[in-house]
């Protein structure tokens, strides 16, 4: 059953009595149909009518399924509160089929974002569908009649671009999988740098390390340091992210600072984030991919956007530096002596030669 919850009746009437409440996720049996109803029988036995747009098939109920095994080991890229009661689709687009009912506030795992184009209402003209022109009035005027001539031959107008929504592949605490519109989605953000956006919204944060402060308010006087990545408010970009910030704690005066900024890049998540050893002593480091070129392969199925050449940007800490990690393959330049060595002319090695 895909509804929230309603009530089996006993015949098709007016006036029916309700034999059994069923509710979303339910299984249910179809033992009969009449017009937009269904006769249906529960697990304990109870059998009712009810509306058939209450219901899904099997073959949807196959394809969430199956979409839970495939994401099953997906890694989390954030975590979010649902703002409302929503149903996961299985694929991105409000007008998909959906099962599942999530209640409002319920905690959530995201893993895959996609762009689609929103759909418009049914008497809307189709994205990329010539306008109709209207149709020219006689006149006894040369001149109207020669501008309505190359009114009719200029070239139509370009298609305006389709406005598109962003759709998250989310995972709840049961396991179930499914696409849910992003706006339904608040983003989970410490409550201590939620204010630090600057008019840009956050896209996630990471905790990188925490120091010592035991006059701050945080447990046990330990206060987190985030690398947090953030874009704007804009939905179908082709990339995740395009801002990176690190907030670390300044402990003498007890507030959050910004140790590192790189704006106007192309990101794209997951964002990793561990330690490693530099000079025998282990500091944070965080990594995350960046486009290097300009094609991006977009799923046809989904709508997910990924680009056709990227590379991977490693930073890490030191102290409240965030220095680039090179990869070991970019060796540095060799230094360029002040006094470099002069060239022997031609002749005068042949000239020592003739003399040994």
Do not use: C
Request: proline content about 8%.
């Amino acid at each position: 059953m895909s509804a929230k919850g309603t009530f089996l009746r006993d015949r098709l009437a007016a006036v029916s009595n309700r034999i059994a409440e069923v509710s979303n996720g339910q299984r249910l049996i179809v033992i009969e149909r009449a017009r937009r109803f269904v006769k249906v029988k529960t697990e304990k036995g109870e059998i009712g009518w009810i509306d058939e747009h209450a219901v899904i098939d099997q073959r949807i109920h196959d394809k969430f399924s199956a979409l839970a095994a495939q994401h099953e080991h997906d890694p989390v890229i954030v975590a979010a509160t649902l703002r409302d009661d929503s149903y996961l689709h299985d694929t991105p687009g409000r007008q998909t089929d959906h099962y599942y009912l999530l209640p409002e506030n319920d905690k959530l795992q995201l893993l895959v974002r996609a762009s689609v184009a929103k759909p418009g209402p049914p008497q809307a003209v189709p994205a990329g569908a010539p306008a109709k022109k209207p149709a020219a009035k006689s006149s006894t005027k040369a001149k109207d009649a020669s501008a309505a001539k190359s009114a009719a031959s200029a070239p139509a107008a370009a298609p305006a671009p389709p406005v598109l929504q962003d759709w998250w592949l989310v995972r709840d605490s049961q396991g179930h999988v499914g696409w849910v519109w992003s706006r339904m989605l608040d983003i989970d953000i410490p409550n201590e740098i939620a204010g630090l956006a600057e008019a840009q919204r956050y896209v996630g944060a990471y905790v990188l390390r925490t120091v010592d402060d035991p006059e701050s308010s945080f447990p046990n006087g330990k206060a987190p340091e985030y690398v947090a990545l953030m874009n704007s408010w804009k939905e179908g970009l082709p990339y995740d992210f395009d801002q990176v910030r690190v907030f670390t704690w300044n402990t003498r005066k007890h507030r959050y600072e910004t140790a590192f900024r790189q704006r106007n890049l192309e990101g794209y998540l997951p964002v990793t984030v561990g330690n490693q050893v530099f000079d025998r002593q282990s500091e944070p480091v965080f990594s995350f991919k960046v486009a290097t070129g300009e094609d991006v392969a977009v799923d046809p199925q989904t709508g997910a956007q990924r680009p056709a050449q990227t590379e991977v940007e490693t930073y890490r800490m030191e102290g409240v530096i965030v220095k680039r990690v090179l990869p070991p393959s970019a060796e540095a330049p060799k230094p360029i002596s002040p006094n470099p060595p002069k060239k022997k002319h031609k002749a005068e090695a042949k000239h020592k030669k003739q003399q040994k």
